[in-house]
């Protein structure tokens, strides 16, 4: 049949065996098994380099675009063999995949930077189900987020800008903002069993994964997502987070409970009453003073700005107290002024 001009792929079809079998049967009879256009045999591989090229095409790295450049052949021979060998199913979020980087990260949170960056995601990540995709996004002022995030899963790529757009009716420009996308299947489904999931910033649950000597670190990483430090006019600061109702009830007991503060009020930020969005906040320097030094205990990263604001809120006015209960040391607190925005 070989000589008849037949190929391999349809000789295996034909007798029912492996498209390999074939191969191999062929190259031990010292037999040319490439069919022949125009006098020019197409390329094939030895049964050698087709074992690497399934093994390349199965760490998932790689498309089978990659695999015939890879291998200077064809598309169709690439194709006549991961399909003889069972293997042209890959998933297509894998296919497409550009860029590669630790996707086991959240296996297991056991460490502080692992612990603040599930909370961040829990506040302001993202996750698509079906492409298996998360992502990421803040305003160009607090990049070196997106960059700390980006170090940690040792993601090479996967960092784009976006352009904020012109309101059309008030003029007023958007912000522009920076983004970090992860593609990969296990990196989401580590997502989803840590409590991060698709649509769920109205039916967020608080985690069972974070161990807790880390609780305070995602607490900080979810207030730097979703929290705000402001000064009313009566100059006193507040510490306000927002979200469901179960996490605004989990944050406080931890906040409570790790700072020494008294519970905070809770309520219902919008009057959505089908889908409310709940905000829990503390007052008063003394108050705010013990909530961030329990937040920021030991914490490897935190937003700049927000933390710069803070300290600022909570000293100003104390011109020359001691506060060993709140800071854990002896120091005369200056003095300065805080932007109210």
């Known amino acids: 049949m070989s000589k ?30 490439r069919v022949r256009t125009n006098n020019k045999a197409m390329n094939i591989l030895s049964l050698d ?11 998932g790295k790689y498309s089978k675009d990659d695999i015939w450049k890879m291998f200077n052949v064809s598309e169709p021979v690439v194709k006549r063999i991961l399909d003889a060998a069972g293997q042209n199913t890959m998933p297509r979020a894998v296919k497409n995949r550009k860029h590669f980087f630790n996707e086991h990260y959240f296996d297991k949170i056991d460490t502080r930077s692992k612990a603040y960056i599930l909370g961040f995601l829990f ?19 607090d990049e070196d987020l997106i960059f700390f995030i980006q170090s940690e899963l040792r993601l090479v790529a996967g960092v784009y800008r976006k352009i904020g757009k012109i309101n059309k009716g008030s003029g007023n420009k958007e912000q522009d903002s920076i983004h970090l996308s992860m593609n990969s299947k296990v990196f989401c489904n580590a997502l989803f069993k840590n409590g991060i999931y698709p649509n769920k910033s109205l039916t967020l649950i608080p985690p069972i994964t974070v161990p807790l000597g880390f609780l305070n670190s995602f607490v900080l990483g979810y207030f730097d997502g979703d929290g705000c430090i402001s000064i009313a006019k009566n100059n006193q600061p507040g510490v306000a987070i927002v979200g469901t109702e179960s996490m605004m009830i989990f944050i406080q007991k931890l906040i409570c409970s790790g700072s020494g ?23 008063g320097r003394v108050n705010c003073a013990k909530i961030g030094r329990y937040m920021y205990e030991k914490c490897p990263f935190s937003l700049k700005r927000k933390k710069v604001k803070f300290d600022a809120a909570i000293s100003a006015g104390f011109e020359s107290l001691s506060h060993t209960s709140m800071f854990g040391y002896e120091n005369k607190v200056t003095t300065k002024t805080v932007d109210s925005h």
Request: glycine share 8%; charged share 25%; hydrophobic share 30%.
């Open 261 to 283: 503060v008294n519970p905070g009020k809770i309520s219902k930020t919008n009057r959505n009453k089908r889908n409310p969005i709940y905000k829990t906040e503390w007052r």
């Open 49 to 59: 380099d087709e074992s690497r090229l399934l093994s390349a095409y199965r760490t």
């Open 4 to 33: 008849n001009g037949m190929s391999m792929f349809k000789i295996s079809q034909k007798l029912e065996v492996q498209y390999t079998s074939i191969r191999y049967w062929l190259l031990k009879n010292g037999i040319d098994g």
């Open 123 to 141: 506040a302001d990540g993202n996750v698509n189900q079906n492409m298996y995709s998360a992502s990421v996004g803040v305003a160009d002022v």
